[in-house]
C-alpha cells in the first residue's frame, strides 16, 4: 500500500463532479461514470489521453505517493493529518486557469501564491516521519527522468523531485498529448471546465488518498478540513 496527500474539493463540489466526467472515474469510491462527449475526440484517443490522471483521481499532490515506514500506519496518518488540518488555516486561490505544462494539461492557479507554497512545503516536513526511505529500485525510477541536480537531491532527502522551489500546484487533467493534438485538446478543456476558469479555489481541506496495492487505482480514505487556530 502506498499513501499520498492531495488537495481535491469535497465529493459533491462541480468541480469534482465536472473532473469525474472528464475522467472518467470519481476517487471518492463513486462508481465509475461514463465520458463525456467529445466532439472532436475519439473515444479510443479519451481513454488513452486520460490513462495517468484517472488511475490517480483528480487532485493536486502536496505530498506524493509513498510507502509507510513500518512503525506507521494509515490510522496513525489519518489521525496526524486530522490533527495538522486542524491548526492550519484555509485560504483562496484568486483565479484558476487551464495551462499546459511540458506534455500534459492541468488546471493550476493562475498566479503565485506565497500560501500555497508554504502550504505544501509545510505538508512535506510534517508528514516525512511517515515516509519510508527509498529502496535503490524507487530511487532510481524516481531519478530516470531528466531532473535538476536540486530535484535529484529532493529525492534523495523527501522522496520526490517537485518540492519547495520546485513544487507547482496543478490539478492533472490529461496524460501527455500526442503532436498537433494540443489545439483541439485544449479547447475541449476549456469548455469542460468553463464554470471554473477564473474563478477563485478555496483551498480549505487536505485528502489523505490510498493505493491498496501496486497499479491499483487511488481512492480517497479521508478529507479533513483545514481551520483557522
Not at 496543478?170 to 493534438?181: D, F
Request: aromatic share 12%.
Amino acid at each position: 500500500m502506498r499513501t499520498a496527500i492531495y488537495f481535491t474539493p469535497p465529493p459533491d463540489h462541480p468541480l469534482t463532479l465536472a473532473a469525474s466526467r472528464w475522467l472518467g472515474r470519481n476517487a471518492y469510491g463513486d462508481p465509475v461514470v461514463d465520458g463525456p462527449f467529445l466532439n472532436g475526440l475519439a473515444p479510443e484517443e479519451w481513454v488513452e489521453l486520460t490513462a495517468a490522471p484517472r488511475r490517480y483521481g483528480f487532485h493536486a499532490t502536496l505530498k506524493a505517493p509513498f510507502s509507510l515506514d513500518v512503525h506507521r500506519s494509515v490510522a496513525s496518518l489519518d489521525n496526524a493529518l486530522q490533527s495538522w488540518c486542524a491548526e492550519t488555516a484555509p485560504f483562496v486561490l484568486p483565479s484558476m486557469e487551464i495551462r499546459q505544462i511540458g506534455s500534459f494539461f492541468a488546471l493550476v492557479p493562475a498566479a503565485p501564491s506565497a500560501e500555497l507554497q508554504k502550504l505544501a512545503g509545510d505538508v512535506v516536513r510534517a508528514f516525512e516521519p511517515f515516509r519510508a526511505p527509498l529502496d535503490d529500485a524507487e530511487f532510481a525510477r524516481r531519478t530516470a527522468a531528466k531532473l535538476t541536480k536540486s530535484q535529484v537531491e529532493n529525492v534523495r532527502k523527501w522522496g520526490y523531485p517537485y518540492v519547495f522551489d520546485d513544487f507547482r500546484f496543478h490539478m492533472t487533467l490529461t496524460g501527455p498529448v500526442r503532436e498537433g493534438r494540443s489545439a483541439e485538446v485544449v479547447k475541449l478543456l476549456v469548455r469542460q471546465f468553463a464554470g471554473f476558469i477564473g474563478k477563485p479555489m478555496p483551498i480549505d481541506a487536505l485528502t489523505l488518498f490510498v493505493e491498496p496495492a501496486a497499479g491499483a487505482n487511488f481512492t480517497v480514505f479521508s478529507r479533513h478540513a483545514l481551520r483557522d487556530p
